[in-house]
């Protein structure tokens, strides 16, 4: 089935230590991709997005993502994590013209301090 | 500018009764979205609207729920009779264009629990 799968479900960092979340996709064609963020008590809000063009996107906060295109992948990243990125992170794909988004199942990340 | 918002915040109802959810989205935003986050699941698509028009329900699970944007503006999502099943967090989400380039901005979710 076409999808979307985020690798980790549950990720615990230290303050400072570098992050990556993956995100694989399983749809042909032309994509849009997304990582949303939800904090503690807070509603989903967009960190970035992909439409085209210079496949390294960098967005809110620090964070960026790559596209590439031959594996599928979207994967997010920060050099250095906060206390304050305790969240749960979503990578979405929009495919068709009524721009539905396909959410992964979520990955939570918690920074110790 | 206000957000996306949604009412309520949470509802608890019992098997075979009837609720009703409020989303109004951000002023002027022609498209509107819902959601539905099930326990341990992933975010899924319900619907959604352009203007008052159903552009796509393909996520609707069942006929037990409907959904009605009248006047283009606020939408309502009835779920009748609820099942427990249904327990979830719903979501609303509005923009201003439609399409694959469009950015979605949430609302902060209805937390439904049918007992």
């Known amino acids: 089935a076409q999808s979307v799968s985020q690798h980790n479900h549950h990720v615990i960092l230290s303050e400072a230590a570098s992050l990556e979340l993956g995100c694989n996709y399983s749809?042909?064609?032309?994509?849009?991709l997304f990582w949303y963020v939800q904090y503690p008590g807070q509603h989903l809000q967009l960190l970035l997005k992909?439409?085209?063009?210079?496949?390294l996107v960098k967005g809110i906060k620090g964070f960026e993502a790559e596209f590439i295109k031959s594996k599928f992948s979207f994967n997010l990243r920060k050099p250095s994590v906060q206390w304050s990125d305790t969240a749960e992170y979503f990578c979405?794909?929009?495919?068709?013209?009524?721009?539905?988004?396909?959410f992964g199942q979520g990955t939570t990340l918690q920074v110790k301090p | 500018e206000a957000g996306v918002t949604q009412f309520p915040s949470h509802s608890v109802i019992e098997k075979g009764q009837t609720v009703t959810l409020r989303c109004d989205p951000i002023?002027?935003?022609?498209?509107l979205y819902w959601y539905r986050r099930v326990m341990g699941k992933e975010i899924k698509f319900l619907l959604h609207?352009?203007?008052?028009?159903?552009?796509?329900e393909s996520g609707m699970p069942n006929n037990r729920f409907l959904a009605e944007r009248t006047g283009g503006t606020y939408s309502t999502l009835k779920v009748q009779p609820a099942e427990l099943e249904d327990s979830g967090v719903y979501f609303c989400?509005?923009?201003?264009?439609?399409?694959?380039?469009?950015?979605?901005?949430f609302g902060p979710g209805t937390r439904l629990t049918v007992l």
């Open positions: 989400a509005s923009s201003q264009d439609g399409g694959r380039h469009n950015e979605q901005f």
């Open positions: 749809y042909g064609g032309t994509v849009n």
């Open positions: 992909y439409f085209s063009g210079d496949p």
């Open positions: 979405a794909v929009s495919r068709s013209n009524t721009g539905k988004l396909i």
């Open positions: 002023s002027g935003h022609d498209n």
């Open positions: 609207f352009v203007k008052e028009s159903k552009q796509d």
